[in-house]
């Protein structure tokens, strides 16, 4: 059974940073695509980032895009978000996901295993 784990989330002031960890246990991970979404009270859940199992594709949303970095750590099994200037609207409880495939998605219909989230609060 694979269980993803995500912390760093927390409060920040608009124009700060925080990344996000997400440490995977139960197998290595390191041959499944892996995302991050988020997801507030006003919207469906979203898609931020995603890398695939090499790392030589990577995706972004348009908001996090020039912003948000995302990679991973194949010796620790994990993957992180880099989020930099944010912004209130970042505001939202942020997901760590995986795919059985190598391949990226950006359809959360697409990841087969889901951690519980972590919230990121910004400030104006």
């Known amino acids: 059974q694979v269980r993803l784990v995500e912390s760093g989330g927390g409060k920040v002031q608009a124009g700060g940073s925080l990344m996000l960890s997400c440490a995977a246990s139960g197998r290595r991970l390191n041959d499944n695509a892996m995302a991050w979404f988020r997801q507030n009270a006003e919207k469906e859940r979203e898609f931020v980032g995603g890398?695939?199992?090499?790392?030589?594709?990577?995706n972004y949303s348009k908001s996090a895009l020039g912003r948000f970095v995302i990679g991973r750590d194949y010796d620790k099994n994990m993957v992180w978000l880099q989020m930099n200037s944010l912004k209130p609207e970042d505001t939202a409880v942020y997901y760590c996901?995986?795919?059985?495939?190598?391949?990226?998605?950006?359809?959360?219909?697409?990841?087969?295993?889901w951690g519980e989230g972590t919230q990121v609060t910004v400030s104006s």
């Open positions: 996901a995986a795919r059985r495939s190598a391949f990226l998605s950006l359809s959360k219909e697409g990841y087969m295993y």
């Open positions: 890398i695939s199992w090499d790392s030589r594709d990577t």
